[in-house]
Nanobody
């Protein structure tokens, strides 16, 4: 039910915008972006609750923005000033209720989209 798009390759300092189509979540939900690099644990990047509140990982705060177009049911992750350490597979995830830290709390996942920064 979640499908990411917008990944690709970019040079350091560049920008990408990821999108996630999600039609199931209308009220009292949290939608989030996670990422996982080879050999590393999946980590939370940013999350947005249906009340509009947002959470960002320290590593991306000030560079990444999360938003949701409720009319189109699309979640976005605007990534600016990308760095090589941002290289990872990025996943869209969702759950009903509050935003919780930890991937285990999220019920729905997209297949992921690769972001490579060189």
């Amino acid at each position: 039910q979640l499908v990411e798009s917008g990944g690709g390759s970019v040079q350091a300092g560049g920008s990408l915008r990821l999108s996630c189509a999600a039609s199931r979540y209308a009220i009292n939900y949290c939608m989030a972006w996670f990422r996982q690099a080879p050999g590393k644990e999946r980590e939370g990047v940013a999350a947005i609750h249906s009340d509009g509140s947002t959470i960002f990982a320290d590593s991306v705060r000030g560079r990444f923005t999360i938003s949701k177009d409720n009319a189109k049911d699309i979640l976005y992750l605007q990534m600016n000033t990308l760095q090589p350490e941002d290289t990872s597979m990025y996943y869209c995830a969702a759950r009903f209720g509050s935003c919780l830290e930890g991937s285990a709390y999220y019920e729905d996942w997209g297949p992921g989209t690769q972001v490579t920064v060189s």
